[in-house]
C-alpha cells in the first residue's frame, strides 16, 4: 500500500504487554457505533484485567482509517489491532502483520467454528494475520413496498435482469417515485458490476473474471446492462449524493430499489421500520442461490505493542459471544455458527441464506476477491470511462487490462 514491508521490528518476543489494547476500527457513528460499544463492553465483562483503548478513525469506507493504519505501521508505532477487510486487501500490508495461526486460531478452536471461505480470508502473506467479526451481503436489492404496491410490482416475479428493467418501467410510468436510487461514488458501482456480472453472466463467469481469467464478452455485457439501469432509472442527482442519502428515498416511500450491502437495513431498523411491511428485500435477480460475501475483521500487525493481549481479544473477537455482540447491532451477521434468538427477522433470514447458499462469491469492492491496488485501479476505470460518459468498450478494455 504505501511501500509497508520491511517496518516490522519482529515478532511477538520483544516488549511484552505495557499498556491497553488499541483496537483502531472506522465505527463512528449510528449502528457501528453502536455495535463496536456492545463487543467492547462484552469483552470488558469477560476480561476486566485487560485495558482497552478502542478508538474511532472517521471516515467514509474506511478511507481515512487505512491511511491512518498506515502511517502509524510505516513509522513503526502500530496499534495493537485494528479493522479492516481480509482477503487479497491483506496483500499490501504484507511483511509487517504477525501470524495468529497457532494462538488464536487453533488455542480458540475458531477454525472449527468458522465456515472455510471466511478461515481462508483470513489467510495472508504473513499467515493467518486476521480474525473475522462479522459478514454483510452484497446482493441484495432492497424495495419500498409501499411504492411497489402502489405499481402493482410483484417483487417475487422478478427473476432475471429484463423482469427488474420491467418492474422499474411500471413503477416509472404508473407512480411518482424514482424507479432506483444510489449513489455515483466509484465503490457504489464496482459493487454494482459484481452483482450484475453474478446475476446476468453467472458465478463461474465471475469468479473467472476475478481470478485473471475473464471473457470480455461476458465484461461487456454486463457494462451493457449497468449503462441501461444507470440511463434510464437512476436518481437525476446521484453524483451529488451519497448512498445514505439515496436511501431516505426507500424510507420515505419516494424511490422503489436501491442495490446496496445489507449495512443499508440498519437505516431502516434506526428508523423503526418494519420488515416486510414498510421495506422488504429480494436477491438481485440472478443470484438467488448466492451469498454475496463480504468481511469486516480484526488485523494483528506483527511488531505489536501488546501482544499477549491483543490476542487475548482476537481470541474472543471469533467467539460466538463476541460475534452476537457485534452483528446484532451492526447490521451483518455471523461467520460460524451461532444462536439466532437475539437477532431480527430479517437477519435471521439473511444467516439462513448465509448457511444454505450454493455459492459464496467475494466482493470485488471490499478487498476479498482482488488487492487494494487492483481495486483501486478498477475504481479509476469507472470513473475515467463509465460513469460519465458512459463509454462501454473503454470500460471494458480497462476491467481486462486492470485485472
Not at 465456515?115 to 451481503?137: K, L, Y
Request: net charge negative.
Amino acid at each position: 500500500m504505501l511501500a509497508l514491508a520491511g517496518c516490522s521490528g519482529g515478532g511477538d518476543d520483544g516488549g511484552g504487554d505495557g499498556g491497553a489494547v488499541e483496537l483502531m476500527h472506522a465505527w463512528t457513528g449510528g449502528d457501528g457505533a453502536e455495535a463496536i460499544e456492545s463487543l467492547e463492553n462484552a469483552f470488558a465483562e469477560e476480561h476486566p484485567d485487560v485495558e482497552r483503548d478502542f478508538r474511532a478513525i472517521g471516515g467514509e469506507g474506511n478511507v481515512e482509517l487505512d491511511a491512518t493504519v498506515a502511517s502509524r505501521l510505516r513509522d513503526g508505532n502500530p496499534p495493537s489491532v485494528f479493522a479492516g477487510w481480509p482477503g487479497n486487501n491483506l496483500v499490501q500490508y504484507e511483511g509487517v502483520l504477525g501470524d495468529v495461526e497457532e494462538d488464536v486460531w487453533e488455542q480458540a478452536n475458531l477454525k472449527e467454528a468458522h465456515v472455510d471461505e471466511v478461515v481462508e480470508f483470513c489467510r495472508g502473506p504473513d499467515g493467518m494475520s486476521a480474525v473475522p467479526i462479522g459478514s454483510h451481503r452484497m446482493n441484495d436489492l432492497f424495495y419500498s413496498v409501499e411504492v411497489l404496491e402502489q405499481a402493482g410490482v410483484d417483487p417475487d416475479g422478478i427473476d432475471s435482469f429484463d423482469a427488474f428493467l420491467d418492474a422499474l418501467d411500471t413503477i416509472e410510468t404508473e407512480t411518482d417515485a424514482q424507479p432506483y436510487v444510489n449513489g455515483l461514488a466509484t465503490w457504489i458501482n464496482l459493487q454494482l458490476f459484481a452483482v450484475t456480472m453474478q446475476g446476468t453472466q453467472g458465478v463461474d463467469a465471475y469468479m473467472d473474471f476475478i481470478e485473471g481469467n475473464g471473457d470480455r464478452a461476458a465484461v461487456q455485457a454486463t457494462f451493457e446492462n449497468m449503462e441501461e439501469l444507470l440511463t434510464n432509472y437512476l436518481n437525476p442527482d446521484a453524483a451529488e449524493i451519497g448512498f445514505t442519502e439515496a436511501n431516505q428515498s426507500i424510507m420515505a416511500d419516494e424511490a422503489g430499489f436501491i442495490h446496496q450491502g445489507n449495512w443499508a437495513a440498519g437505516a431502516y431498523v434506526a428508523e423503526e421500520l418494519t420488515f416486510g411491511e414498510d421495506w422488504d428485500r429480494i436477491q438481485f435477480p440472478g443470484t438467488e442461490n448466492m451469498y454475496g460475501f463480504h468481511v469486516d475483521s480484526f488485523i494483528y500487525p506483527s511488531d505489536n505493542p501488546t501482544p499477549e493481549a491483543s490476542k487475548t481479544f482476537l481470541r474472543f473477537a471469533g467467539s460466538e459471544q463476541a460475534h452476537i455482540a457485534f452483528n446484532q447491532f451492526k447490521g451483518s451477521i455471523p461467520t460460524r455458527e451461532t444462536d439466532t434468538s437475539d437477532f431480527s427477522p430479517y437477519l435471521t433470514e439473511t444467516i439462513e441464506d448465509f448457511e444454505n447458499a450454493e455459492h459464496r462469491p467475494p466482493t470485488l469492492a471490499h478487498g476479498l476477491a482482488v488487492p487494494q491496488a487492483t481495486q483501486a485501479d478498477l475504481e479509476d476505470v469507472l470513473a475515467d470511462s463509465f460513469l460519465d460518459p458512459y463509454n462501454v468498450e473503454s470500460a471494458t478494455d480497462g476491467f481486462m487490462n486492470a485485472i
